[in-house]
């Protein structure tokens, strides 16, 4: 069919033509947000979720409703590359700038940007433009040095004019896991301080699986803080919707037996539904339907663009140690038969066997620190996470079945990967 006409996106956050599965949390968010507005008592709203399932299309959503009820939005994204604390004062000079305050509330801006000039004069950043040129800082509340107090003070001081405007300020904060431990604190120091004044200034954050437990290290009172929201795969009804009703969109339906392939190799992921979907459209001759044939000659060529970017850029990531642990990883996702099979793996001839063994001789020789250092090194990058204690396993939806398809020994990354 008609490649140009093709309904599905399947992309880094691009929202789906159809928004499905998401309705409880979108309610949770717009609950907050009107709570917040009238001053009352709320929390904001964490998105928990492996790679691919749709949080980052709901934050984008959030800030929609944020819009509608007239807030000011500020999205982040934590990268290695961001500064947090200038980007922080990005945010209260934008808010500061978007709140535009008018008579009534004048001397309460103009002391909120005297906080913000004290702060980035304390912590050496830009002065963001003109906002704050002829102002005196005003020391204080944003300029002690300590950043858990620094920020608390700065988003005290917007928040406050905020309240005074009638409307709130929504931060969406998309890979959260990345932030350094000092930021994830000062980020909790300062919600926390918010809540307690009742000011409507609002975070709705996503991250990997591990983003509970590090809030939790950061801050006791992490859980009082956020509605935690665990997003996974879609329900069948969900999954169903998401391929058909954008097909129905073009005049075009699903046959026969189509749908339920596409579901059961996708597993109801969202990503997975809208690869499949695309090339389930394109492999169609149509004019007007999409049938379990179709499919058949869809599901190698979806694999395989699976396979050469969203699972392959990840292995690219990570060294060749990594992936010999990758490799006893995708036969055998359990910490205690890890550190079994690499000891297994110590004496064999293969390029596995002997990054095992260079690994094994820097970490002292033992199996447990081999597979502690391996573990700790791929979480860090993202591609694993610790379901609960003694448990490793992969943040990428069907990253395991990828290990599998290279043909080769466990895990196959034999012949997926490079020798030495």
């Known amino acids: 069919m008609d490649p140009v006409r093709n309904p599905y996106s399947p992309g880094a956050g691009a929202p789906p033509p159809a928004l499905v599965g998401g309705d409880a949390e979108l309610a949770t968010c717009d609950v907050a947000i009107q709570r917040f507005g009238l001053g009352k008592p709320e929390r904001s709203v964490l998105l928990t979720g492996l790679r691919g399932v749709g949080k980052t299309v709901l934050l984008r959503e959030f ?243 699976l396979d050469a970017g969203f699972f392959r850029v990840r292995i690219d990531r990570t060294s060749r140690e990594e992936q010999a642990f990758l490799a006893v990883l995708g036969g055998a996702p359990h910490h205690a038969e890890v550190v079994r099979t690499i000891e297994t793996w110590s004496n064999d001839d293969s390029w596995i066997g002997k990054a095992v063994a260079d690994i094994k001789g820097s970490t002292g020789g033992t199996r447990q620190g081999v597979a502690e250092r391996l573990r700790d090194s791929l979480i860090a990058k993202g591609l694993c996470y610790s379901p609960r204690e003694g448990r490793i396993d992969f943040t990428v939806p069907l990253f395991g079945e990828f290990l599998h398809r290279q043909e080769g020994r466990v895990g196959g990354m034999e012949s997926a990967l490079p020798p030495p």
């Open 63 to 305: 800030g929609r409703l944020a819009e509608g009820h007239r807030w000011v939005h500020h999205a982040v994204e934590i990268t290695e590359e961001l500064e947090f604390v200038e980007e922080m004062s990005a945010l209260a000079h934008g808010a500061l700038r978007a709140l535009s305050p008018g008579r009534i509330v004048v001397d309460r801006a103009r002391r909120a940007l005297g906080v913000l000039k004290s702060f980035q004069l304390k912590w050496k950043l830009p002065d963001e433009g003109d906002v704050v040129m002829g102002l005196d800082p005003v020391s204080g509340p944003a300029d002690s040095g300590l950043l858990d107090r620094d920020l608390a003070g700065l988003l005290l001081e917007i928040g406050a004019v905020a309240r005074a405007r009638g409307v709130g300020i929504l931060v969406t904060i998309d890979e959260v896991q990345n932030l350094a431990r000092e930021h994830l604190g000062a980020l909790m120091v300062a919600l926390h301080r918010v809540s307690q004044e009742q000011l409507p200034i609002m975070v709705a954050a996503a991250g990997l699986p591990t983003v509970p437990r590090l809030v939790g290290e950061a801050k006791t009172y992490a859980e009082r803080l956020f509605h935690f929201r665990m997003i996974n795969s879609l329900a069948d009804a969900d999954a169903r919707a998401a391929l058909a009703t954008p097909a129905d969109a073009e005049g075009v339906r699903w046959r026969g037996a189509a749908l339920d392939r596409v579901l059961a190799e996708t597993r109801g992921y969202p990503y997975f539904i809208q690869e499949f979907g695309k090339h389930a459209w394109d492999s169609a001759d149509g004019p007007d339907q999409i049938t379990a044939d179709d499919v058949d000659i869809a599901v190698p060529r979806a694999t395989r663009e």
